[in-house]
């Protein structure tokens, strides 16, 4: 054989089907007539000549578009609900969802809620009483906790929570969503809470806010008319309504409600606190002093967070990726 014969016979091999044709195998398919005895022996591939390929964008293309905050605001007032807070934290989202809903939306407001997590700031609540004033609207301190929850207790026994979703999310239970579940029980049927997340925050509120911008929690409505919006869309909004931020935000750049530490860079925010805050500052390494101690003892108990230890937040900088509302 010339070296042109090899070459054919090694291209014939080299696009031969399993099913022993030389693709595509129309030959092998049931109803042609020819190779039916192998129809089921191998793949059959498509007449690029007589179908359309089919076009697939990227998966970006895929995801919903997240809906605007009128849209947000108006397909939560068609839902029945019998009472609408709005919660705010005393940083720049929720402080502009609330201005905004308050603003815009076609139903009244029922009040403003604030958390108190009872590892905040003192000025956080004080500019929320004071947003309040101005909306006048009632500003109610979500506060209720079982002791076992408090974070203090927490913290002697477990340690302090570690940079990870877990140990996050165990902080943003007895921090926030159990105090708030036990204020709502103090009002009858479903209730309308206005949030400041926004999809464009971080993974996980990408993941955890619905392109709709409302999540059902039993008898708790979550509405984030902002959803889609990015934090230049939440300054260029409260810079161009003339809304005061509170001092705490303009500090620490967030709201200050909660520093339980899980994601925080323990240098750069215990500096901070130290400058500005330092009665706070005091407080926690008052609690580092006696969570080092349990551990020097062999007293903490590991097994609630899957990472902790007797410093609060990472010691290595690191990016803040949770849920915390600003």
Known sequence: MTDTDHSRAAETKAMTCPCGKAAPCAGSRPGNGAGTENANTGPTLPDATS????????????????????????????????NAFALCSGGKDSTAALH???????????????????????ESKEYVRTLGEKFDLPVHIADTRN??????????????????????R???????????????TGFEGQSLL??????????????AVSADGIEQDGTRTFVSPLARWTQSDVDDYLNEHGVEVSEVTELLESS???????????????????????????????????????????????????????????????????????
């Open 51 to 82: 179908e359309k390929r089919e076009k697939f964008g990227g998966i970006k293309a895929q995801v919903p578009e997240t809906d605007g905050p009128d849209e947000i605001l108006q397909r939560a007032n068609s839902r029945e609900w019998d």
């Open 170 to 184: 165990f902080e943003y239970i007895c921090n926030k969503d159990k105090p708030l579940q036990k204020f709502l």
């Open 147 to 168: 002791k076992a929850d408090r974070y203090r207790e927490r913290i002697e026994k477990y340690g302090f929570a570690g940079p990870t979703r877990q140990s996050h």
């Open 194 to 207: 206005i949030s400041g997340a926004t999809r464009q925050e971080s993974d996980a509120r990408y993941e």
């Open 256 to 326: 200050g409600d909660c520093l339980c530490g899980a994601y925080a860079d323990r240098y750069l925010e215990l500096s901070q606190l130290r400058e500005h805050y330092r009665y706070l500052h005091t407080y926690i390494q008052s609690l580092e002093a006696r969570v080092i101690d349990a551990a020097r003892n062999d007293e903490l108990l590991k097994d609630q967070y899957s990472s902790c230890s007797g410093f609060r937040g990472s010691l290595l900088h690191t990016d803040h990726t949770g849920y915390p509302v600003r």
């Open 100 to 122: 905004y809903t308050y603003r815009n939306a076609g139903f009244p407001l029922d009040g403003i809620i604030f958390i108190d997590t009872n590892i905040g700031l003192h």
